[in-house]
């Protein structure tokens, strides 16, 4: 299994408070990305990465930053929740050219 | 944009028989990949089986085989033999090769039971 893991795996917060999610690997690939997972609409990309400081936006990317400082980290930041950001949200890493892309175990994030 | 389509939102089959899950998908590009991944109630999203395009073979991983028609832009997942353990929710993807962005484009998916 590739080494992808992701915290925290649940949270419950508030609508207007911030949250960051991280995701962490240990294979060293150069591209990572975050999708939200919601019942009828499968996965959404919202942000993706192709080298550290190197980002650009998804499909769902309002509401949402982001930000890779290590290649191993990259960090999905909701500046100020909202309830319609409720879901469960996956990280993903794809090696150089393969394009098939691993993910890790998701984080439910709920806000109220 | 490329858009997959997954037209069946549940399915159901019988413990050691096959089932036939479909995918089709729209795009100008004439070089891709195509991939199925496997969601149980776990969560883990797990990578079944990948297709190339440019092939004319079609991909099989043990039990589990696609039926690939380009031309259809179709892309039918196979499951031979079926177990409870196939019980899952199946995801169709693409991605176009030629980007090196490597982005995938999901269907809605497909909620599978297996029956005993």
């Known amino acids: 299994d590739a080494g992808i893991t992701q915290s925290p795996r649940h949270k419950v917060t508030e609508t207007g408070t911030p949250v960051t999610l991280r995701c962490h690997q240990t294979?060293?690939?150069?591209?990572m990305y975050w999708y939200r997972q919601d019942p009828g609409h499968g996965l959404r990309l919202i942000h993706y990465?192709?080298?550290?400081?190197?980002?650009d936006k998804g499909e769902v990317s309002d509401g949402y930053s982001v930000s890779r400082s290590k290649t191993e980290d990259f960090l999905l930041t909701l500046e100020s929740a909202t309830s319609s950001q409720t879901s469960v949200y996956f990280c993903?890493?794809?090696?150089?050219?393969?394009?098939?892309?691993?993910f890790g175990p998701g984080t439910r994030l709920t806000v109220l | 944009a490329q858009t997959v389509t997954q037209s069946q939102p549940e399915m159901s089959v019988q413990e050691a028989e096959t089932v036939t899950l479909s995918c089709t998908y729209d795009?100008?590009?004439?070089?891709?990949?195509l991939f199925w991944y496997k969601q149980p109630p776990s969560r883990q999203m797990i990578l079944v089986i990948r297709?190339?395009?440019?092939?004319?073979q079609n991909a099989t991983e043990n039990r589990f085989s696609v039926n690939f028609q380009k031309a259809a832009k179709s892309f039918s997942l196979k499951i031979s033999d079926s177990q409870l353990g196939d019980a899952a929710m199946y995801f169709c993807?693409?991605?176009?090769?030629?980007?090196?962005?490597?982005?995938?484009?999901f269907g809605r998916g497909t909620q599978l039971t297996v029956w005993p």
């Open positions: 993903a890493i794809s090696r150089e050219s393969a394009h098939e892309q691993f």
């Open positions: 294979e060293n690939h150069r591209y």
């Open positions: 990465s192709y080298g550290v400081k190197d980002t």
């Open positions: 795009t100008s590009e004439s070089d891709y990949y």
């Open positions: 297709q190339e395009a440019y092939k004319q």
């Open positions: 993807a693409y991605s176009d090769r030629g980007s090196t962005l490597g982005r995938l484009y």
